[in-house]
Protein backbone atom coordinates (compact mmCIF):
# COMPACT_ATOMS: atom_id res chain seq x y z
CA UNK A 1 0.00 0.00 0.00
CA UNK A 2 1.42 3.37 -1.01
CA UNK A 3 2.29 6.24 2.00
CA UNK A 4 -0.43 8.94 1.93
CA UNK A 5 0.73 12.92 2.94
CA UNK A 6 -2.65 15.21 2.79
CA UNK A 7 -1.83 18.70 2.46
CA UNK A 8 -4.61 21.08 3.28
CA UNK A 9 -4.88 24.65 1.84
CA UNK A 10 -8.61 24.98 1.36
CA UNK A 11 -8.28 28.76 0.14
CA UNK A 12 -8.09 31.08 -3.19
CA UNK A 13 -5.68 30.96 -6.25
CA UNK A 14 -3.32 33.38 -4.62
CA UNK A 15 -2.91 31.05 -1.52
CA UNK A 16 -2.33 27.72 -3.47
CA UNK A 17 0.30 29.60 -5.62
CA UNK A 18 1.98 31.28 -2.48
CA UNK A 19 1.90 27.41 -0.76
CA UNK A 20 3.66 26.20 -4.07
CA UNK A 21 7.87 26.43 -2.83
CA UNK A 22 6.17 24.33 0.45
CA UNK A 23 4.42 21.69 -1.90
CA UNK A 24 7.61 21.05 -3.81
CA UNK A 25 9.94 20.96 -0.70
CA UNK A 26 7.22 18.14 0.94
CA UNK A 27 7.46 16.12 -2.80
CA UNK A 28 11.58 16.40 -2.35
CA UNK A 29 11.17 15.02 1.48
CA UNK A 30 8.74 12.37 1.23
CA UNK A 31 9.43 10.92 -2.50
CA UNK A 32 7.50 7.40 -2.11
CA UNK A 33 4.71 9.42 -0.21
CA UNK A 34 1.36 10.03 -2.82
CA UNK A 35 0.74 13.65 -1.95
CA UNK A 36 -2.80 14.42 -2.24
CA UNK A 37 -4.12 18.58 -1.51
CA UNK A 38 -7.36 18.98 -0.12
CA UNK A 39 -8.51 22.78 -1.92
CA UNK A 40 -11.29 24.01 -3.83
CA UNK A 41 -12.09 21.41 -6.82
CA UNK A 42 -11.65 24.73 -9.54
CA UNK A 43 -8.04 25.08 -8.45
CA UNK A 44 -7.40 21.60 -10.12
CA UNK A 45 -5.49 22.58 -13.48
CA UNK A 46 -2.81 24.15 -11.25
CA UNK A 47 -2.22 20.48 -9.66
CA UNK A 48 0.12 19.33 -12.67
CA UNK A 49 2.19 21.92 -12.87
CA UNK A 50 3.22 22.38 -9.42
CA UNK A 51 5.13 18.82 -9.95
CA UNK A 52 4.59 17.88 -6.65
CA UNK A 53 0.50 16.74 -6.50
CA UNK A 54 -0.30 13.42 -7.19
CA UNK A 55 -4.76 14.80 -6.64
CA UNK A 56 -7.10 16.97 -5.13
CA UNK A 57 -9.98 16.95 -3.11
CA UNK A 58 -12.29 19.60 -2.85
CA UNK A 59 -11.97 20.61 0.10
CA UNK A 60 -12.94 24.82 0.89
CA UNK A 61 -12.31 26.43 3.85
CA UNK A 62 -10.62 24.56 7.19
CA UNK A 63 -12.34 21.41 6.89
CA UNK A 64 -13.67 18.87 7.31
CA UNK A 65 -11.39 16.71 4.81
CA UNK A 66 -12.57 13.90 3.41
CA UNK A 67 -9.92 11.93 3.89
CA UNK A 68 -8.44 8.85 6.32
CA UNK A 69 -5.08 8.00 8.17
CA UNK A 70 -2.71 9.67 6.22
CA UNK A 71 0.94 9.02 7.16
CA UNK A 72 1.60 12.19 7.05
CA UNK A 73 -0.97 15.25 7.17
CA UNK A 74 0.66 19.11 6.46
CA UNK A 75 -1.35 22.34 7.62
CA UNK A 76 -0.58 24.52 4.87
CA UNK A 77 -4.20 26.65 5.85
CA UNK A 78 -4.06 28.24 8.70
CA UNK A 79 -2.80 28.70 12.89
CA UNK A 80 -5.80 26.10 13.69
CA UNK A 81 -7.83 25.19 16.25
CA UNK A 82 -10.21 24.36 13.21
CA UNK A 83 -7.67 23.65 10.43
CA UNK A 84 -5.73 21.61 13.12
CA UNK A 85 -8.90 19.90 14.10
CA UNK A 86 -9.94 19.08 10.90
CA UNK A 87 -6.60 16.95 9.99
CA UNK A 88 -6.89 15.59 13.05
CA UNK A 89 -9.64 14.13 12.73
CA UNK A 90 -8.51 11.97 9.44
CA UNK A 91 -6.36 10.52 12.13
CA UNK A 92 -2.69 10.91 10.64
CA UNK A 93 0.52 9.31 11.90
CA UNK A 94 2.28 12.41 11.77
CA UNK A 95 1.24 16.13 11.86
CA UNK A 96 2.90 19.07 10.60
CA UNK A 97 1.32 22.18 11.74
CA UNK A 98 1.74 25.46 13.29
CA UNK A 99 0.98 25.41 17.08
CA UNK A 100 1.43 22.13 17.60
CA UNK A 101 4.82 22.54 16.33
CA UNK A 102 6.22 26.43 15.78
CA UNK A 103 4.67 29.23 16.88
CA UNK A 104 2.61 31.36 14.45
CA UNK A 105 4.22 34.83 13.65
CA UNK A 106 2.65 37.69 12.34
CA UNK A 107 4.37 40.04 10.02
CA UNK A 108 5.70 36.87 7.70
CA UNK A 109 5.57 36.95 3.91
CA UNK A 110 3.18 34.26 3.07
CA UNK A 111 5.93 32.31 1.21
CA UNK A 112 8.28 32.52 3.59
CA UNK A 113 5.63 31.18 6.84
CA UNK A 114 5.20 27.72 4.96
CA UNK A 115 9.00 27.07 4.09
CA UNK A 116 9.62 28.74 7.48
CA UNK A 117 7.36 26.01 8.89
CA UNK A 118 8.49 23.18 7.60
CA UNK A 119 12.22 23.85 8.12
CA UNK A 120 11.08 24.05 11.62
CA UNK A 121 10.39 19.89 11.04
CA UNK A 122 14.12 19.33 9.19
CA UNK A 123 12.45 19.89 5.84
CA UNK A 124 14.44 22.05 3.58
CA UNK A 125 12.40 24.73 1.60
CA UNK A 126 13.06 27.32 -1.03
CA UNK A 127 10.95 30.17 -1.19
CA UNK A 128 12.21 31.56 -4.58
CA UNK A 129 10.76 28.03 -6.01
CA UNK A 130 8.02 29.79 -7.36
CA UNK A 131 7.81 29.29 -11.04
CA UNK A 132 5.42 27.36 -13.22
CA UNK A 133 6.41 28.23 -16.49
CA UNK A 134 7.73 31.13 -18.77
CA UNK A 135 5.71 33.06 -20.98
CA UNK A 136 6.76 33.38 -24.49
CA UNK A 137 5.21 37.00 -24.28
CA UNK A 138 3.23 36.81 -27.43
CA UNK A 139 -0.04 37.70 -25.65
CA UNK A 140 -2.16 40.04 -24.90
CA UNK A 141 -1.78 43.05 -21.90
CA UNK A 142 -4.16 41.75 -19.37
CA UNK A 143 -5.96 44.16 -16.87
CA UNK A 144 -7.53 42.51 -14.23
CA UNK A 145 -9.77 45.27 -12.18
CA UNK A 146 -11.27 42.84 -9.51
CA UNK A 147 -10.70 41.49 -6.63
CA UNK A 148 -12.67 39.33 -3.68
CA UNK A 149 -12.87 42.58 -1.70
CA UNK A 150 -14.26 46.04 -2.51
CA UNK A 151 -11.21 47.23 -0.32
CA UNK A 152 -8.55 45.94 -2.49
CA UNK A 153 -10.77 47.23 -5.65
CA UNK A 154 -8.45 50.27 -7.50
CA UNK A 155 -11.51 51.98 -9.37
CA UNK A 156 -12.37 51.18 -12.56
CA UNK A 157 -12.46 54.43 -13.85
CA UNK A 158 -8.36 54.29 -13.57
CA UNK A 159 -7.88 51.04 -14.73
CA UNK A 160 -9.61 52.16 -17.38
CA UNK A 161 -7.16 54.95 -18.08
CA UNK A 162 -4.26 52.68 -17.79
CA UNK A 163 -5.87 50.22 -20.24
CA UNK A 164 -6.70 52.88 -22.69
CA UNK A 165 -2.89 54.00 -22.92
CA UNK A 166 -1.62 50.22 -22.86
CA UNK A 167 -3.51 49.67 -25.48
CA UNK A 168 -1.81 52.28 -28.08
CA UNK A 169 2.00 52.20 -26.45
CA UNK A 170 2.28 48.52 -25.64
CA UNK A 171 -0.54 45.84 -27.43
CA UNK A 172 -3.64 44.77 -27.94
CA UNK A 173 -5.49 44.40 -23.85
CA UNK A 174 -7.62 42.22 -22.78
CA UNK A 175 -9.56 42.57 -19.54
CA UNK A 176 -10.04 39.46 -17.14
CA UNK A 177 -11.96 38.15 -14.65
CA UNK A 178 -14.31 35.78 -12.90
CA UNK A 179 -18.09 36.12 -13.29
CA UNK A 180 -19.07 37.98 -10.59
CA UNK A 181 -16.69 40.68 -11.81
CA UNK A 182 -17.65 40.81 -15.57
CA UNK A 183 -19.31 44.39 -14.76
CA UNK A 184 -16.59 45.84 -13.64
CA UNK A 185 -14.62 44.41 -16.47
CA UNK A 186 -17.16 45.41 -18.87
CA UNK A 187 -16.80 48.92 -17.36
CA UNK A 188 -13.28 49.13 -17.54
CA UNK A 189 -13.05 47.72 -21.49
CA UNK A 190 -15.87 50.23 -22.50
CA UNK A 191 -14.20 53.37 -20.70
CA UNK A 192 -11.00 52.61 -22.28
CA UNK A 193 -12.37 52.48 -25.60
CA UNK A 194 -11.92 48.38 -26.57
CA UNK A 195 -14.39 46.06 -28.05
CA UNK A 196 -16.54 44.20 -26.05
CA UNK A 197 -14.52 41.05 -26.70
CA UNK A 198 -12.17 41.81 -25.12
CA UNK A 199 -13.59 41.25 -22.04
CA UNK A 200 -13.02 38.10 -20.62
CA UNK A 201 -14.27 38.28 -17.05
CA UNK A 202 -16.68 35.33 -17.33
CA UNK A 203 -15.58 33.76 -20.29
CA UNK A 204 -12.71 31.61 -18.80
CA UNK A 205 -12.53 29.01 -16.28
CA UNK A 206 -9.03 28.58 -14.53
CA UNK A 207 -7.54 26.64 -17.23
CA UNK A 208 -8.41 29.31 -19.60
CA UNK A 209 -6.90 32.10 -17.27
CA UNK A 210 -3.91 30.05 -16.91
CA UNK A 211 -3.47 30.04 -20.83
CA UNK A 212 -3.76 33.87 -21.47
CA UNK A 213 -1.86 35.13 -18.25
CA UNK A 214 0.58 32.50 -19.08
CA UNK A 215 1.16 33.70 -22.62
CA UNK A 216 1.35 37.57 -21.87
CA UNK A 217 3.66 40.34 -22.27
CA UNK A 218 2.45 42.63 -19.10
CA UNK A 219 -0.16 41.81 -16.04
CA UNK A 220 -1.55 44.95 -14.66
CA UNK A 221 -3.82 44.41 -11.29
CA UNK A 222 -4.64 45.02 -8.02
CA UNK A 223 -3.89 42.39 -4.87
CA UNK A 224 -5.27 39.02 -6.38
CA UNK A 225 -4.54 35.44 -7.21
CA UNK A 226 -3.65 36.75 -10.81
CA UNK A 227 -0.82 38.57 -9.27
CA UNK A 228 0.51 35.79 -8.25
CA UNK A 229 -0.10 33.77 -11.64
CA UNK A 230 1.89 36.72 -13.24
CA UNK A 231 5.18 35.82 -10.83
CA UNK A 232 4.29 32.03 -11.28
CA UNK A 233 4.68 32.40 -14.88
CA UNK A 234 7.57 34.96 -14.73
CA UNK A 235 5.21 38.15 -16.30
CA UNK A 236 5.73 41.05 -15.92
CA UNK A 237 3.53 42.88 -13.60
CA UNK A 238 2.75 45.92 -12.50
CA UNK A 239 0.25 44.81 -9.07
CA UNK A 240 -1.49 47.59 -6.99
CA UNK A 241 -1.32 46.92 -3.13
CA UNK A 242 -3.87 48.75 -0.07
CA UNK A 243 -4.89 47.18 2.14
CA UNK A 244 -2.25 43.92 2.86
CA UNK A 245 1.20 45.59 2.27
CA UNK A 246 3.37 43.73 0.02
CA UNK A 247 6.15 42.67 2.29
CA UNK A 248 2.97 39.96 3.10
CA UNK A 249 1.50 38.90 0.12
CA UNK A 250 3.68 41.02 -2.73
CA UNK A 251 6.05 39.77 -5.09
CA UNK A 252 9.44 38.44 -5.33
CA UNK A 253 12.12 41.56 -5.47
CA UNK A 254 13.49 41.92 -9.57
CA UNK A 255 12.28 40.30 -12.34
CA UNK A 256 10.20 43.12 -13.52
CA UNK A 257 7.46 43.17 -10.63
CA UNK A 258 6.73 46.17 -9.17
CA UNK A 259 4.21 46.10 -6.19
CA UNK A 260 2.90 49.62 -5.59
CA UNK A 261 1.72 50.28 -2.19
CA UNK A 262 0.91 53.58 -0.35
CA UNK A 263 2.36 52.84 2.97
CA UNK A 264 -1.06 52.70 4.43
CA UNK A 265 -2.66 49.31 6.19
CA UNK A 266 -6.15 48.73 6.29
CA UNK A 267 -9.09 45.86 6.64
CA UNK A 268 -8.55 44.28 3.87
CA UNK A 269 -12.10 42.26 3.85
CA UNK A 270 -13.64 46.04 4.14
CA UNK A 271 -16.53 46.99 2.04
CA UNK A 272 -15.13 50.23 0.39
CA UNK A 273 -12.49 50.78 -1.74
CA UNK A 274 -8.99 51.13 1.09
CA UNK A 275 -7.98 54.71 1.25
CA UNK A 276 -4.42 53.97 0.69
CA UNK A 277 -5.36 52.28 -2.23
CA UNK A 278 -6.75 55.53 -3.63
CA UNK A 279 -3.61 57.24 -2.51
CA UNK A 280 -2.21 54.94 -6.11
CA UNK A 281 -2.42 57.41 -8.74
CA UNK A 282 -2.77 56.70 -12.81
CA UNK A 283 0.93 58.15 -13.57
CA UNK A 284 2.29 55.91 -10.73
CA UNK A 285 0.84 52.94 -12.58
CA UNK A 286 2.32 53.61 -16.02
CA UNK A 287 5.55 54.84 -15.02
CA UNK A 288 5.51 51.16 -13.62
CA UNK A 289 5.05 49.81 -16.39
CA UNK A 290 7.80 51.20 -18.19
CA UNK A 291 10.30 50.01 -15.64
CA UNK A 292 8.87 46.59 -16.01
CA UNK A 293 8.30 46.90 -20.05
CA UNK A 294 11.70 48.86 -20.88
Known sequence: MALELLALRGLGLGDLLTAVPALRALRQEFPVHRITVAAPAPLEPLMPLTGAVDELIDVRGPGPVPFERPD??????????????????????RLLSHTVGPPWRDGVHEVRRWCDMLEWYGVKADPSDLTLGVSDRTGPVVVHPGAAFPA??????????????????????????DAGEAPIAARVAELAGLPAGRVLAGRTDLAGLIDVVGRARLVVCGDTGVGHLATAFCVPSVVLFGPVPPALWGPPPGWRHVALWAGRAGDPHGGRVDPGLLRIDVSEVLDAVMEVTS
Open 152 to 177: RRWPPERFAQVAAVLERAVGEVVVTG
Open 72 to 93: VAVNLHGKGPQSIDALRRTEPG
